[in-house]
Nanobody, 115 residues
Framework: QVQLVESGGGLVQPGGSLRLSCAASGSSFTDYDMGWHRQAPGKQHELVAIITSGGTTVYGNSVKGRFTISRDNYKNTVYLQMNSLKSEDTAVYYC?????????WGQGTQVTVSS
């Protein structure tokens, strides 16, 4: 089983940057593909970015060129660097771990982009 704890959310002005972190514990981090998803009020759950256990990355169309996902397998942590933030990026961001042992979610961290 994997426990995921997100951090780094907050309030930022349009055009600003934030870095989210997701610390994993409880199982072998390198066995899991890691991802970030988000959900805004009244909107569908949306894939933001994925990084596989081998380091391949995939991004949602709305964040390509602005967000970067990375992982540190020594720190058991996945990051989401978010640049050029827009008001439409406002959402709760969830960390996700997918592997043969299961599919796990963090509790989420709020990101609000507003002036």
């Amino acid at each position: 089983q994997v426990q995921l704890v997100e951090s780094g959310g907050g309030l930022v002005q349009p055009g600003g940057s934030l870095r989210l972190s997701c610390a994993a514990s409880g199982s072998s981090f390198t066995d899991y593909d890691m991802g970030w998803h988000r959900q805004a009020p009244g909107k569908q759950h949306e894939l933001v970015a994925i990084i596989t256990s081998g380091g391949t990355t995939v991004y949602g169309n709305s964040v390509k060129g602005r967000f970067t996902i990375s992982r540190d397998n020594y720190k058991n942590t996945v990051y989401l660097q978010m640049n050029s933030l827009k008001s439409e990026d406002t959402a709760v961001y969830y960390c996700n771990a997918v592997g043969a042992a299961g599919n796990y979610w963090g509790q989420g961290t709020q990101v609000t982009v507003s002036s």
